[in-house]
Each structure stands twice: as C-alpha cells, then as structure tokens.
C-alpha cells in the first residue's frame, strides 16, 4: 500500500491550537478526493474534504495523527510530525471503474475491459466467518448463484454462473487459483489470504478458458506484498454455532397415537396392542426421545490468522498463517484447517522477474456425523441410551435393522487431508522488441487425502462384518505448465495487448483403497493386521489438456476497445473421433463519456456500453467415458473368488464438449465520484451438442448412453447498483443491491422435438422442473367416489387431479408443478459508518421456487410405523379436512408428493465493528485494532415448513447460525 | 543463435542483424511455446485406463470369456437378493408369493404389490422394474459373450469356445424364460449393444417366439455343454434338459419334454437322496433336508440331487450373499420367551410365508412338512421375556392361522436355515443353496407322462418322491394337473418358481383366488401379465409400444 506524505513547508512550532491544511488527492493520478474523512486520531474532532479535495482542522498538537478515510479508498493514518499543510493520496479499495482487474492471464484496468468480469466485493471476505471462498460469493454478484446443498461444518456448496446451460454434465465454473486451474474442494483454500475474487461471465471474458468456458470462470487471487516497511496483521474470531431451525416431530405421545391409528385394524381395537414391548415400556417410562436435538449441539467455529507482507521495489512478499476450527451443529461434525502462505515476487534484473504464490494446507475431517435422516425418521419412544447412558447398538429390540442414529459417534474415523497449492511464474522481456515478454506458469497442485475407519462390534455394520476397516488413501498430482508470449504497446492513440498461449495441463487422481472385515477384536481398530477378508479396490484416473489460445485487446484513444480470442483445446476425455475444439470469440466497448461530444462530464464519471459474442465449452466429460466399460460382478469357483465383470456403460467414439454460443450487452456507469455506481447486462446463450445421459431401452442391457445431443437456452438480466445515499461529517451509508434474472429452457433433446418423460425433461421447459401427480384436495365421505377418476379410493384419500379429464388417473395425467426456476435472485448490503463504528447487513433471497417438501410425503413411516415423521393433522371422518389425507398407509396410493413455495429472504451477515482509537492500540504497540461481532443465517424468512429452503435434503444436518466476535490488530 | 558465424566478406549492416537477431529470438519463443505440443499430441491424448475394465481388453482368451461367464452366474445369484443389490427386497419376490403357496407376510412394497395389485401394480412399480432391468442387463451380457466370441484373433480351442457360447446361450435362456414368464410378450435382444445399435423402435415379440429362442439357446447348450464340471458352480447338459422339458410342456410338446426330462434322470449322474449324509448326518434329520445344509450342497460334497447349486461364501471377493432366510422365516424372536439363535436358524423379518394351503398339504408321515423341513415348534430360549409359567426349553408351537401379515407364530420354511455363530442376527448368509433339484425333473417328467396319457408312469414317477419324503404312495387315478401341482408345492415349496408353474399350467389366476386369501379378493386376469415398464414405453421414442392389457 502505498503511503506518501509530502512536507511542503517547515513546521510551525506552536503550543496547543494548530491549524492543518491539506489537500487529498488520488494516488493514480485521479485528481482531487471530495468528501473524504479527515478525523484527529483518538478525538472526535473532524471535517470533510471540499469539492477541490482541500480541508482544513484544527489539532490539538503538532504531533498528533490524522485518519483519512473516504469509502472507496485505503483508509490512513497520517503521522503530522508538525506538519501544518500536507498533501495526502488516497489509494482506491474497491471496484471502480478505475481499478485493474484480474482477467486470467493478465490483468486489465476496469476501463478497459469488454466482457462481463464482475468482482466481490472485499468486505465478503473480511470479518465474515467464511469456511470456504465460495461463502464469500453468496449474493455477492448478480448472476452468480451460489447454493449450501446441505449444512454442516464444512458445508458444501455449489456455484452456479448464469443458470444452467447443462443439463446433465457439470455446471461448476471452472476455479482458477493464482492462474492455475484448482481442482477438488475450494474449502482446502484459505479465505483469510485471498486479495481479489473475479468471475468471468460472458463468452468473451471466458473464452481464455476455450473448452471449459461455458459455466463461467471464477478467478481466485490471493494476497501480494506491497513496497512499504513490513505490515504485520493479526486477526482471531470465535463464535458459536446453533441449529437454525428444527422440524417439528411427533413426539412419545403423538407417535403413539399416530402408530395406533395407523395400524389398528378396527377403531375399537385397543391402542396398545399396536406398540411393541419396548414403545409401551417406552410411553410408560415417559420415554420422549426428541432424536433431532440429541444429535445435535452448540457448535463453535475458531480461527487465528497472522500475516506480515511489504516488500521493496524489487521484493515483494506475503507471509500468512491460519489456523480454522470449526464444530459444527451435528455431533461429530468436525472441520479444521491450518495453511502456510508464502507469496513472493522478485525482480531479478530490470527485464527479469519470478515469483510464487504457494499454499500449504493440512484439514482434518475426522469423526463420522451423527446420520441426520435415521435420527428423523427414528421413534421418541425409544432411547438411544442405556441406563448408563451409552449408546446401544440396536436401541429398539423389535426393529434390529434401524440402527441408532447415534452410531456414527462410535466409529473410529480420522481423515486428514494434506495439499500444496503452488503457481509459479518467471518473465523476461524480449530484447530487441519493446513491449515483448516471454512468460512461463508452471503451477502444481499436490495433494493427498488419507482415510482410516474403522466400525467396531459396537456399530451394525461392524457386528455383522466381524470389525470393518476402510482404508483410503487418495493422491492427486496435477500440473499445469502455460508458455505465455505478452506484447503490450502504446503507439499514439493505439494500444494494444496481445497474449499468446501454448499450454500443457495434467491431472493424476489415484485411489488405493482397502476394505477390511472379520477382525479378531477391535482393540487395534483398523491398525489391526489380522482381518479375515481385504478387499482392495483401486483407481486411477487421469487426463491431459493441450491448448493453444491467442487475445487481442485494441484500444483507440481510450474510446472504442475490441477483444478477440480464440482457445483451441484438446482433452484425453474426447471421443477419439474429436480430440480438439476451437472456441473463438469477439467482444466490443465503447467509454462513452470520454467522448469529447458526452454532455454529462460534470456528473457522469463514466459510462461504458459493451458487447460481446462467442463461443465456450463445457469439456465435463470424465475420462475413459467414452469407451465401454464393464463393472466387477464376481463369482465363486467352490470358495475361491471367480472374477466376473459385466457391460455396464456404453461407449461413443464421437463424444465431444457442449458448446455455448452465447451475447452479452451491458452498460457501466459512474456518476457523482462514484456516488452511484451501476451495471446493468443482459445476455442469451444457446448450447447445443448437450452431454446427455439420454435414457435408452432397458432391453439394451444398459439404461442409458451419454450422447451430444440436445440443446438448452438461458437468457437473463442482470444488475448491480451502489448507491451512497447519505454522507455527513462522519457519517457515511453505503447500499449496495445486485439483482439476477434467469430463464432457461430446453430447446430440444434427442433431434426430434420429443419430450423425454423418463428423464424428466420437457422441450421448451426449464430443465429442472417438478413434473408428477397433482394433489387435488381429499375424498370427502358425500363424494360420489365411485363415478370419480378414482372409483376405488376411500374418504380421506388423496383425490389426484384428472388432468386430462378422461375420468381415470394414470400416467397421461402428470403435469407441471411450480417452477423450480428461481423468478429472481438478489442480494442487498447495507453499510452504516458512524465515526468509529461500522454496522452492515447483507440479505440475500431467492424467490418464486417451488419444490416438494420430502418431510410432508405420507408414506415414509413403513407399514408397520417403524419411522417417525413430522407432526401432522389428519383427515378424519370428524375432521374432514381437505388439505391432508388420512392417517393410512393407503390413503395415498400414488404418493403424490406436497409442494411449498421454497422462497426464501435470509439475513446472511450481520456485522458491527468497533475501530478502537488508536492510542489505546498504540499501547500494545498496535497501529490500528478493531473489534467486531458477526452473525450469520441468523433471519429466514419463507413459507417452507421444512429444515431449509435452501438445502437439497430435508432430512440432514440443520443449517447453522453462527455468531462470532473477533478482533484484527495492524502492527 | 548464429549470426556471429557469418562471413566477414558479407556487408551485413547492423540493421540485418538486428532483423536476424528478432527473428531467432521469436523463433526460439516460438519453439518453446510449441514443443509441449509438437511431441504427438494424438499420443498425450490417447486414454489408457489403468484401473478399469474395457471390453475389447476382456475378451480376448478363454480366461476373459470365463470373467464374462462369472458374471452371468453372479447375475443368477441376484435372484436371492435384494431389489438393489441389497439386503432388503428379496428378488424372488415376484415367483413366490401371490401365488397359491406364498404371500407377503409384510406390508413392504414388494408384498404390497402381490398381495393388493389393482392400483400398486402398475408400469412404474420399481420393484418389477428392478427385475426387468436385471434380465436386460444379463441377456446384453450374454450376447456380448456369444457375439465376441467369433472373433478370430482369441486364443482358444474350438471346444472352449463351443462350452463358453452355450453355457452363455444357457443363461440368456434362462434372463428369456424369467421375463416371458412375468410379462409374456417381450422385446428380443440378441446383440450385444453398442453406442451404435441404439434402438428406439423395440417391438415387443411374441410369447411363442421367445419360447423358441430358448428352446434354441438350450438345445445348443445342451448339445455343447459338458455332463459334470469339477467347478461346483456351473451348469451342465443336465441344466438345460430340464429346462427343455419345462419350456416343451408350456409348449404342448409333451412327448418332447419327456424325452429331456427322462435324459436327465437316466443319466446316471442323479439321483435323489435317500440316506442321511454330510456335515450333519449324526444329528436328528432326514435325508430330504440334509441337501439344504450348507457343507452338503454340492454335487462335491455328496450331493447327488443337485442339478444346479448357488454358490456363496464369507468374506470372499466374489462371494456373494444372499437374504432367503431373512425373507422366508417369521420374527420369531417377536414372540415371548424367544431369541434368534443358531438353532432357531438366524434371523428372518418375515417378508414371505407359505399359505395355509401350502403348509397343510401334508400327509403326517411326509417329512417334507414335517419339523425339520417346516418350523412347527420352537423351544424357549430367552429367559428375560419368557412368558408367565414357562421355562427354557419349553415348547412354542407355531399356529396355521388365516394368513395375515406380520403373523410372528407361523410356520416358516427351514430349507434356507443358516447363521453365523458371530453374528447370529445378520442379515445374509453365506452358505450354498440348490437352485435346480432332479426332484423338480421327476415332476416335470411325471406332468409329461400324465398329458401324454400315463397316469401309471407318472405315478410311478411321483411315487419315487414321495417314497423318499414318508408320505403314502399314489395310483394312477390319482394323478391331475391338481394333484402334480400340489405334489410340486409339497417338494419344492419357496424353491419353485411357483409363479411360472401356475402361469404355465394356466392355473394361476383360479388357485390364488382359490389359495391366497390376500390377493383373492383383488386380483384379476390382467394381473397374470406385468406391466411393461413404463421407461422402456417411454423411452421407444419412434414406434409404439403396446402396453400389456387393462394397464
């Protein structure tokens, strides 16, 4: 960060009263700073900066230290030293029109840019208790939909940029680390130590990436020294974590009732006699097991987070360790990481630099989580404890097979992972030719996972295999080797940018597994070495990418600005009839407000339109699915093992990428020195050669064959507006709101316009639909049932809607349900900054979802109510309710499912923060110390009734609120 | 770069090399950035799978062809097991029960769909999918066997080859047989499938020629496959003569089937037992059950009646396991005073039983009803729920009462008995199991004899089983499609394919409304035909597929 005080005149020694005048202008160049924060260090005396970037205050002494801060800029501390007129320059933080902007190989300023790279916001990945970088994603940018599938400690998380244009194949972007290409869990990277994250949206913008461009590209960059004396940066948080929100089962008594109602077989027949021994000792005892709560805990999350960086004009360093805790709200789910960072950028001589952003990380998941969906389904009457309150493996005597949700807690499990991240670089100007450099990535990514498990007699799956090990060790070695060749020229008004890539990439991922079972004892768990069977089981997959790709960026006169790409890219996963695809694209900008002709300099700081068009891939093919395979199915021969092995996957010579085809139109504009801020884009894209799992013929032995047929269309809209809506003295109100529109749709599947039932997928629907029977209400006891479409039904049964209304029910009469196409997802932040205190909230919400509720389903519990569910009211001849059937495992023969609207607002974040004055930091030799508290998920609001709108199962480990407090300390 | 080696004679103006100096330094840029490229891409490019298996690796010799064979018989085995490869669902399901001798003792889907049918038996039933699926997937894998097999280029003897193809025409017999049993017409796949021969126009072919396509896979393995195999496992000629047999009397061919049946037994090779024998002959039994123990199975083991046995083991790759017990016995421990124990023959969950008309058809000598053969008591064995005024070691009779499910007191089969002592309420066990018994071939021969109008030798022939099972001899005029069909429930109660023999004799819809009190108040005549999975409807994407009728 670059600080400059410049003394223009002598100091005035005076006692007490000075007058300081200054002037604030931008460190780029970018003239003068209006508006920004002048505050005399540990007082509240302040003022603001004029329209000319002067100020003028008074100070209580020539030694005190002015804080300088304005939104959008590097807050300071300017030391006066008696200095009474002094010049200071800001340095921008955030995105801005200005700001250079990382685009994969290379970087670009703002200005320059004519895709669409749309880049999260700093504060998403400060003070925010973050496991994984995509957490910091989440609402952060229109057009990117991040999803928690399921909660948890580690949770996992799926991104999503602009819809879904596969409908069977991948639709993770692809991640880029430091210029490489990261594979596997981003969970494995630490947030704390990343500076910058881009996401490449349009054709134009992610064509660099040619075959594996289609889903968007998220650019990762982790943090840089700067020139300037060594920065030290402390920061440590701690918080809890509790369950969000609980469905609410039956408890002992209702389970009774409902079990007796259920089963008995005439009204008169005595409840009692519908439990089993153990359910009545059960009711007697007050036995009132509620299986949710027990499984779950007050989690917490920890992390310590020391960094130092600076650097001189030829070094330039970053040094980061962190330690991460977390516990999550399931018992036993547990998530730790420590990484290394050490960042280096060296200048070797004036035409000679290298450098290497390296990460070492180490995360343990050791434990086996209590299973969420037996403790759901699993009887309140029944305890998971003895009388000494251990575990008991079979908890309900007549039901041996339901294991206790509890076992997991029992098995032996540690599972470290260890992983070096590393991107290198070495560049060399070209003599001879001005503006030419020869640059080389070399990036490898070293990993290995290291699983032992062992379940013991005091599990069922260990009693019934004698003691069973899992043993797993998995390595992944991948490099990525890229020749870069760079000319960047400014001739007059002409500039241009060009890049050149040859490029090799390599992924090694093997498996040695061992399944151990029949072990004498557990004693040694699976460190044992005398199991009866071990079963090895092995795997090795690996794939080579080649590619060659060659960008030009022209500008004129800092006016009209045109991108060309092309990547061509050869995958080993290719059919070998196509082994290479070649993915151009063009893209074209327009600075409008530098125009000379541009009416509105005063208040428009700028205003730029965009357009883009071009073609991406999506390479997700996974090797060797091309050829034919066959899966193990062995036999005997008398006792000895037969191996057998069976066709099971098909094979297609001609299997290639999809291919998007996709435009992009969008408008930036500044105005008022970045008062308000807006992007507004919107786009269509067409995919055709879909990768598809095309359902076939049973009779051909194998179900299905993935095939490139079929086409998707995804068109949308997209904004994001900052706005400053107040800003007095010290008083500053940030908001920032991005909105997102996705519409997509199957254009065509198999060539024929022919809907695919089996599969679900509907020509001209989007691509996830609910498609199945509609509840139509309950058969009342007047109903004329037996001139109904379902003559056989009984009062309290669900009625089925005759779609068709040919008076029968049968598989012409599934229909359409909802959408479970969101009709808009948004994002808000509000951040309030008074003096010394910052407030801020983020909401993020999803709204016009509709999906069916797995907790409403009416035949979950077995015949015979071995499984407890959710607290319902049933149709009964007394109340004839029209809303929910009978309680009778008939009552719904076709188990027509329930549907909620899955809409959803949630408070995501909530921040205060507290900047401590300085003198008081300053006794701890500190330069500046804040403290904070951040609460996460801690507001839903929706109409779904069931765990979480957001996650996939809604029988699994509850999404968590967290709260945290922590502190950062600046040296 | 050389431009230093250029002759001093030659003006060569600074400008030159400079211009020459750019050149090589862009041509060296060049070649580095293209050498990762240059060196055969197509080569970089080519996979070369470590770690799986591809077919035009697998079948290239005889042991190959022998993998390919293993996983037919694995395929078989499915049988016995669960819907999804599992412990639940017992595939079996869909012969024995809603039948005249079994139904659904449970409320689970499978036993649902046999015991209620009407609206649960329709085309998405994922149980009888499952069963579909399995047939399909075992036919392709045959036909990929019997289509490779002409390739020049393996390395075999012509005889090999000739015993591989037939014991694979055997076992896409055996996939034809079960699927134009359970859903008559059904489409025919004889080729191996490939990401080029995909069909959208299936047509489904006639029971008749399907029939014929089986009775051409077995008289080809009949003629190709050896009499005996020191593998326990395989199939022999006898195999498929007795499936001939079966698949000639559903034709009407009588005379025919006696022929293969009677080839079977005059073979010399089986007989039925008749003396105690194997691992448990000095404890109390009867030489009917010994066959079922697992130690006695094999034809190695001193089993004489075993046409076809199932193999199985513990903790061996390849070992298999299987849940018949677990299906078939009550939840007998559910009753006061009882404990699943080895004795008791491990645990079951009650999901099959034997109708009432199934466990009463014996006379009181037959040992095949009897306590060894059929639980008729048990003994105490749980001091901590033992009943008021009992002691360990007392006698629980089981009771034939009106079938209804979840009925812990009844009588359950014991031929399927097996637990290990480590874990004596597993869910799977491990021991062998006959699938095809020459008393099954007496039957059959004994059913060709009566319908080509010899009631004497068929009685004659019955005789010799009821002879060895205690029970009273019969006369010719005994002898009906009734009575054979009674003396088959007698022999081979939860082994039979029980529903195939109804559906053959054209008897089935009349014995369940006659036998099974759960289905007999729902069924109908459409129910004698599955429906056709409704994907495989769906996915004939050019050419109707009719659905079977009333569907």
């Known amino acids: 960060m670059s600080m400059l005080l410049a003394v223009l005149v002598a100091p005035q020694i005076e006692a007490q009263q000075i007058t300081v005048k200054g002037t604030i202008v931008g460190a780029d160049g970018s003239g003068p700073v209006a508006s920004a924060t002048v505050v005399v260090q540990g007082t509240t005396i302040g003022t603001l900066s004029d329209q000319q970037g002067a100020f003028t205050v008074r100070v209580p002494g020539p030694n005190v230290s002015l804080v300088i801060s304005r939104i959008g800029y590097v807050r300071q501390t300017v030391p006066l030293n008696g200095a009474a007129t002094l010049t200071i320059r800001m340095t921008r933080t955030t995105v801005a029109l200005s700001d250079v902007v990382v685009v994969g190989y290379g970087s670009q300023a703002r200005s320059d840019i004519t895709g669409s790279v749309a880049s999260v916001k700093p504060e998403r990945l400060e003070e925010k208790p973050n496991v994984s970088v995509s957490q910091a994603i989440e609402g952060a940018t229109p057009g990117v939909t991040v999803t928690t599938n399921s909660a948890g400690a580690e949770p996992s998380i799926a991104i999503q940029v602009r819809g879904r244009n596969s409908i069977s194949a991948s639709t993770s972007p692809l991640v880029v680390v430091d210029g490489i290409p990261y594979y596997g869990n981003l969970a494995e990277i630490n947030p704390s130590d990343i500076a910058s994250i881009e996401i490449l949206k349009d054709a134009s913008a992610a064509a660099i990436y040619g075959s594996r461009g289609s889903n968007g590209v998220v650019l990762v960059t982790s943090r840089k020294g700067s020139v300037g004396k060594p920065k030290v940066s402390y920061s440590a948080y701690t918080g809890t974590q509790r369950i969000a929100n609980l469905p609410t089962l039956m408890n002992a008594q209702q389970f009774a009732d409902f079990k007796c109602v259920r089963i008995r077989t005439s009204p008169t027949q005595d409840c009692s006699t519908t439990l089993t021994a153990t359910e009545k000792t059960g009711l007697a005892n007050g036995t009132d097991t509620n299986w949710g709560r027990i499984g779950t805990r007050d989690g917490n999350q920890m992390q310590n987070d020391l960094s130092i960086s600076g650097g001189s004009t030829d070094t330039k360093y970053y040094l980061g360790g962190t330690v991460l805790a977390v516990r999550g709200v399931a018992l036993n789910d547990n998530f730790?990481?420590?990484?290394?960072?050490?960042?280096?950028?060296?200048?070797?001589?004036p035409w000679l630099k290298l450098g290497t952003s390296t990460q070492a990380a180490r995360t343990k998941r050791d434990g086996v989580p209590v299973n969420f969906t037996t403790a759901f389904f699993s009887n309140p009457l029944i305890s998971p404890y003895d009388a000494n309150g251990n575990v008991i493996l079979v908890p309900w005597p007549e039901d041996p097979i339901t294991n206790n949700a509890l076992e997991n807690l029992s098995v032996i499990d540690n599972d470290q992972n260890k992983r070096i991240f590393s991107s290198n670089y070495l560049q060399a100007d070209i003599p001879a030719i001005k503006g030419l450099s020869y640059r080389v990535n070399a990036g490898i990514d070293l990993a290995s996972r290291n699983l032992g498990r062992y379940f013991g007699r005091n599990t069922q799956t260990g009693l019934t295999a004698g003691g069973m090990s899992i043993l797993s060790n998995t390595s992944r070695t991948d490099w990525t080797v890229d020749n870069l060749l760079l000319y960047k020229r400014v001739l007059g008004r002409h500039s241009f940018d060009l890049t050149g890539l040859a490029s090799e990439q390599s992924n090694n991922l093997e498996t040695d597994g061992l399944r151990g079972q029949g072990y004498p004892n557990d004693v040694l768990g699976y460190r044992s070495n005398l199991p009866l069977l071990l079963v090895p089981g092995d795997s090795v997959v690996q794939s080579k990418l080649l590619s060659q790709m060659g960008r030009l960026n022209y500008g004129y006169d800092g006016r009209y600005l045109l991108t060309l790409t092309s990547r061509r890219d050869g995958y080993s996963g290719f059919g070998r009839n196509n082994k290479y695809g070649t993915f151009p694209s063009v893209a074209l900008g327009w600075n409008v407000s530098n125009e000379s002709f541009f009416p509105w300099q005063q208040s428009v700081d700028a205003l730029k339109l965009r357009f883009s068009y071009g073609k991406n891939g999506n390479q997700a093919i996974r090797p060797y699915q091309t050829l034919s395979q066959l899966d193990d199915r062995s036999y005997l021969n008398g006792d000895a093992p037969a191996p057998g092995y069976i066709p099971v996957t098909l094979g297609n010579p001609n299997l290639k990428w999809e291919t998007t085809l996709s435009r992009n139109i969008g408008l930036d504009l500044s105005m008022w020195q970045g008062r308000m801020t807006a992007t507004v884009e919107t786009y269509s894209s067409r995919t055709s050669d879909?990768?598809?799992?095309?359902?076939?013929?049973?009779?051909?032995?194998?179900?299905?064959?993935?095939?490139?047929i079929g086409k998707t269309a995804n068109k949308g809209f997209e904004m994001e507006l900052g706005i400053v809506p107040l800003r007095h003295g010290t008083f500053e109100w940030n908001t920032n709101l991005n909105l997102s529109v996705n519409r997509n749709k199957i254009v065509d599947l198999y060539g024929d316009q022919t809907d695919d039932i089996g599969s679900g997928w509907f020509i001209g629907q989007p691509i996830d639909v609910n498609y199945g029977y509609v509840f139509d209400g309950i058969f009342q006891a007047g109903d004329d049932i037996a001139k109904s479409a379902q003559p056989k039904a009984k009062p309290g049964d669900v009625r089925v809607k005759d779609v068709n209304g040919d008076s029968k029910i049968d598989a012409l009469d599934r229909t359409f349900i909802g959408s479970l196409q969101p009709k808009y997802t948004a994002g808000l932040t509000n951040s309030i900054r008074f003096a010394r205190v910052t407030f801020s909230t983020f909401f993020n919400t999803v709204q016009g979802v509709t999906r069916s509720n797995q907790l409403l389903g009416t035949n979950q519990v077995f015949t015979d109510v071995r499984r407890n569910t959710v607290y319902r009211i049933y149709w009964t001849p007394e109340t004839p309710i029209n809303t929910y059937p009978s309680n009778s495992n008939t009552s719904n023969p076709l188990g027509v499912p329930f549907y909620e609207d899955a809409s959803f607002i949630r408070l995501k974040d909530i921040t205060l923060s507290y900047d401590i004055p300085s003198d008081f930091a300053k006794r701890f030799g500190g330069e500046s110390l804040r403290l904070y508290v951040n609460g996460r998920n801690l507001w839903t609001r929706t109409k779904w009734t069931g765990l979480d709108p957001e996650l996939d199962a809604q029988r699994n480990v509850p999404l968590e609120k967290v709260v945290t407090g922590g502190l950062t300390v600046r040296f | 770069m050389t431009t230093t080696n250029s002759n001093p004679n030659q003006d060569v103006s600074m400008k030159t090399i400079f211009r020459r100096r750019t050149m090589m330094t862009l041509v060296g840029v060049a070649t580095l950035m293209v050498a990762p490229?240059?060196?055969?891409?197509?080569?970089?490019?080519?996979?070369?799978?470590?770690?799986?298996?591809?077919?035009?690796?697998?079948?290239?010799?005889?042991?190959?062809?022998?993998?390919?064979?293993?996983?037919?018989?694995?395929?078989?085995?499915?049988?016995?097991?669960?819907?999804?490869?599992?412990?639940?669902?017992?595939?079996?399901?869909?012969?024995?029960?809603?039948?005249?001798?079994?139904?659904?003792?449970?409320?689970?889907?499978?036993?649902?769909?046999?015991?209620?049918?009407?609206?649960?038996?329709?085309?998405?039933?994922?149980?009888?999918?499952?069963?579909?699926?399995?047939?399909?997937?075992?036919?392709?894998?045959?036909?990929?066997?019997?289509?490779?097999?002409?390739?020049?280029?393996?390395?075999?003897?012509?005889?090999?080859?000739?015993?591989?193809?037939?014991?694979?025409?055997?076992?896409?017999?055996?996939?034809?047989?079960?699927?134009?049993?359970?859903?008559?017409?059904?489409?025919?796949?004889?080729?191996?499938?490939?990401?080029?021969?995909?069909?959208?126009?299936?047509?489904?072919?006639?029971?008749?020629?399907?029939?014929?396509?089986?009775?051409?896979?077995?008289?080809?393995?009949?003629?190709?496959?050896?009499?005996?195999?020191?593998?326990?496992?395989?199939?022999?000629?006898?195999?498929?003569?007795?499936?001939?047999?079966?698949?000639?009397?559903?034709?009407?061919?009588?005379?025919?089937?006696?022929?293969?049946?009677?080839?079977?037994?005059?073979?010399?090779?089986?007989?039925?037992?008749?003396?105690?024998?194997?691992?448990?002959?000095?404890?109390?039994?009867?030489?009917?059950?010994?066959?079922?123990?697992?130690?006695?199975?094999?034809?190695?083991?001193?089993?004489?009646?075993?046409?076809?046995?199932?193999?199985?083991?513990?903790?061996?790759?390849?070992?298999?396991?299987?849940?018949?017990?677990?299906?078939?016995?009550?939840?007998?421990?559910?009753?006061?005073?009882?404990?699943?124990?080895?004795?008791?023959?491990?645990?079951?969950?009650?999901?099959?039983?034997?109708?009432?008309?199934?466990?009463?058809?014996?006379?009181?000598?037959?040992?095949?009803?009897?306590?060894?053969?059929?639980?008729?008591?048990?003994?105490?064995?749980?001091?901590?729920?033992?009943?008021?005024?009992?002691?360990?070691?007392?006698?629980?009779?089981?009771?034939?009462?009106?079938?209804?499910?979840?009925?812990?007191?009844?009588?359950?089969?014991?031929?399927?008995?097996?637990?290990?002592?480590?874990?004596?309420?597993?869910?799977?066990?491990?021991?062998?199991?006959?699938?095809?018994?020459?008393?099954?071939?007496?039957?059959?021969?004994?059913?060709?004899?009566?319908?080509?109008?010899?009631?004497?030798?068929?009685?004659?022939?019955?005789?010799?089983?009821?002879?060895?099972?205690?029970?009273?001899?019969?006369?010719?005029?005994?002898?009906?499609?009734?009575?054979?069909?009674?003396?088959?429930?007698?022999?081979?109660?939860?082994?039979?394919?029980?529903?195939?023999?109804?559906?053959?004799?054209?008897?089935?819809?009349?014995?369940?409304?006659?036998?099974?009190k759960l289905a007999s108040p729902v069924v109908q005549a459409r129910d004698s035909l599955l429906p056709i999975p409704q994907a495989v409807i769906d996915a004939n994407l050019t050419k109707v597929m009719p659905q079977n009728p009333g569907y």
């Open chain 1, 690 to 708: 879909l990768l598809l799992r095309r359902s076939i013929s049973s009779v051909q032995g194998i179900s299905s064959i993935t095939q490139n």
């Open chain 2, 37 to 516: 490229v240059a060196c055969n891409s197509d080569d970089i490019l080519t996979e070369h799978p470590k770690d799986i298996i591809v077919a035009d690796n697998l079948y290239t010799n005889l042991a190959g062809f022998e993998a390919g064979l293993n996983a037919l018989y694995f395929e078989v085995r499915r049988e016995r097991f669960g819907q999804a490869n599992d412990n639940n669902n017992i595939l079996a399901t869909a012969y024995s029960i809603g039948t005249d001798n079994g139904f659904g003792l449970y409320l689970s889907p499978p036993e649902r769909l046999f015991s209620e049918f009407g609206m649960l038996n329709n085309s998405q039933n994922l149980f009888t999918n499952a069963f579909w699926t399995l047939m399909y997937q075992t036919i392709n894998a045959a036909n990929t066997i019997i289509t490779r097999a002409d390739n020049p280029n393996v390395k075999w003897t012509p005889e090999d080859k000739a015993r591989v193809v037939a014991e694979a025409r055997l076992m896409r017999a055996w996939a034809y047989r079960h699927l134009t049993y359970l859903w008559g017409d059904v489409p025919l796949n004889l080729e191996e499938s490939s990401g080029d021969n995909i069909r959208t126009d299936w047509d489904r072919a006639p029971r008749d020629s399907v029939r014929n396509v089986i009775i051409n896979d077995l008289l080809f393995a009949e003629a190709n496959l050896p009499a005996a195999s020191t593998n326990p496992g395989k199939v022999t000629k006898a195999v498929a003569q007795h499936y001939l047999a079966e698949m000639y009397l559903w034709k009407g061919d009588n005379a025919k089937a006696e022929v293969e049946a009677q080839a079977v037994i005059s073979s010399g090779l089986y007989k039925l037992i008749t003396a105690r024998y194997g691992v448990r002959a000095s404890q109390p039994g009867t030489p009917f059950t010994d066959q079922f123990i697992d130690g006695n199975v094999n034809r190695t083991q001193g089993n004489t009646e075993v046409i076809w046995a199932l193999q199985y083991a513990q903790n061996v790759p390849g070992g298999g396991a299987s849940i018949m017990r677990r299906s078939w016995v009550t939840r007998y421990e559910s009753n006061k005073g009882m404990a699943v124990s080895v004795d008791n023959g491990g645990r079951g969950i009650g999901r099959l039983a034997i109708t009432n008309y199934g466990l009463n058809l014996y006379g009181p000598t037959d040992v095949r009803g009897g306590q060894f053969a059929i639980r008729r008591f048990y003994l105490f064995n749980n001091p901590a729920t033992l009943p008021a005024g009992k002691k360990i070691g007392d006698t629980l009779f089981t009771v034939v009462a009106t079938e209804k499910v979840m009925d812990a007191l009844r009588p359950s089969t014991r031929k399927w008995d097996w637990a290990d002592p480590n874990d004596v309420t597993g869910d799977a066990q491990y021991g062998d199991q006959p699938y095809i018994r020459v008393a099954e071939t007496y039957l059959l021969l004994a059913e060709a004899q009566m319908k080509q109008g010899n009631p004497g030798a068929a009685a004659a022939t019955i005789n010799i089983l009821r002879a060895r099972a205690g029970a009273t001899p019969i006369t010719a005029s005994d002898v009906t499609m009734g009575f054979i069909l009674d003396e088959r429930s007698r022999e081979l109660v939860t082994e039979e394919q029980r529903r195939y023999t109804l559906i053959r004799t054209g008897t089935w819809l009349t014995r369940v409304k006659q036998f099974n």
């Open chain 1, 336 to 349: 730790n990481r420590s990484t290394v960072r050490l960042n280096l950028d060296q200048v070797v001589r």
